[in-house]
Structures are given as structure tokens and as C-alpha cells.
T-cell receptor
């Protein structure tokens, strides 16, 4: 079974631009979660989607948004990029129950100049 | 607040020896899951082991085992017969009864040949 895939793997943007990251979960998984990893703040939860609905949300500004499609693929969007948005963005998928293990993708490295 | 604490930023161990990574957490929940993830230089987050809080028996996966002390809210990871491929950042995490993961700050493990 194929693992979680994320595209693109690397991105370079400038301040003020917007960016869209994509995540394809493991086949059969209905939940997709997004995490931001930075040296200063560590790993922080952004949001979780289950069956096309945002079920959980972390403490991030409204510039960070996401959505999930009927095939469970998810996209994350960051508008009006700031230097502090430079990070590794990790996507994880699971069956969607709180008893499940989350399996992570390889991440998208975003650099904001 | 629900928190996960890893007090050892760095650890090192001789190849073939045993090392224990520490993790403590704080929660008022009684039903939750605990995880150890490994993040090698490739940055892919890989599940090492998971423990269900309502199970007293410590989880084991080949050379990896945990010492779970629920009353003390402690969840340490023991790696036996350390191998060069075990070198990575190790993150302790919990779902604290919901669908999102809260991570510790990580322990960087170095294997000395």
C-alpha cells in the first residue's frame, strides 16, 4: 500500500505571496492532519479534516486554511506569506478514529524570502 | 494544559548498546494513546511504537520497548542493540483522547560506531 505523499517537496516564495500544499493520504484513510515544524516552535498542529469537514483546528491565524476533497486528498493554503511561515509542513493520515495511528508524509519544505 | 515533555535534547550511545529516552506528559484524560516517532535526516516521521493508556502491558516492537508508568505519567523508550540506522530525532507524542497529536520537543540520538 502506498504511503502518504506530499507535493511539492520544496517551495521558495516571497513575502506576501500565497502558497498551496497538497497531501494524498494512504488509500482508505479518511482523516488528514497538518502540522508545522520549525526549530523554534517544534511540531504544532494546524488542522484536521475528516470526510471533507474540518474537525479540529489548532491555534494559527486565519491566513492558514485547508480543505479536503471527496477522495480524501487535502490541500493547505497559506496566504500573505510571512518570513515566520518558513517551515516543514507535515501531513498525516489515519482512518479517522481517535484510536488510530497517524502516518506521516515526507513533508513540504517552505522557504519564505 | 496537556503537555508532553522530553528533557533530554541530545543522547548518544555506543553501537550495540542500550539507550533509554525519557518522556513525561500531563493530562487529566484517562483514555489516550502515546507514541514514539523517529525523524531521520530525511525528515520523514516514522512510527516506532505506540501504547494504549488503558493497557498496563508495555508495548514492544523488536528492539524497541517502552516503560509506561501511567500514575507517574511517564513513557520512556528503550532501544536495545543500537544500530547506526537508529540515529535520528525521536519525538514522544500523545493524542490525549482526541484526533490531534501533541509532540514533545524531541531528543537527538547519536550512535557512536
Amino acid at each position: 500500500k502506498a504511503g502518504v505523499t506530499q507535493t511539492p517537496r520544496y517551495l521558495i516564495k516571497t513575502r506576501g505571496q500565497q502558497v498551496t500544499l497538497s497531501c494524498s493520504p494512504i488509500s482508505g484513510h479518511r482523516s488528514v492532519s497538518w502540522y508545522q515544524q520549525t526549530p523554534g516552535q517544534g511540531l504544532q498542529f494546524l488542522f484536521e479534516y475528516f470526510s471533507e469537514t474540518q474537525r479540529n483546528k489548532g491555534n494559527f491565524p486565519g491566513r492558514f486554511s485547508g480543505r479536503q476533497f471527496s477522495n480524501s486528498r487535502s490541500e493547505m493554503n497559506v496566504s500573505t506569506l510571512e518570513l515566520g511561515d518558513s517551515a516543514l509542513y507535515l501531513c498525516a493520515s489515519s482512518l479517522g478514529f481517535r484510536t488510530d495511528t497517524q502516518y506521516f508524509g515526507p513533508g513540504t519544505r517552505l522557504t519564505v524570502l | 494544559a496537556q503537555t508532553v515533555t522530553q528533557s533530554q535534547p541530545e543522547m548518544s550511545v555506543q553501537e550495540a548498546e542500550t539507550v533509554t529516552l525519557s518522556c513525561t506528559y500531563d493530562t487529566s484524560e484517562s483514555d489516550y494513546y502515546l507514541f514514539w516517532y523517529k525523524q531521520p535526516p530525511s525528515r520523514q516521521m516514522i512510527l516506532v511504537i505506540r501504547q494504549e493508556a488503558y493497557k498496563q502491558q508495555n508495548a514492544t516492537e523488536n528492539r524497541f520497548s517502552v516503560n509506561f508508568q501511567k500514575a507517574a505519567k511517564s513513557f520512556s523508550l528503550k532501544i536495545s542493540d543500537s544500530q547506526l540506522g537508529d540515529a535520528a530525532m525521536y519525538f514522544c507524542a500523545s493524542n490525549f483522547g482526541n484526533e490531534k497529536l501533541t509532540f514533545g520537543t524531541g531528543t537527538r540520538l547519536t550512535i557512536i560506531p
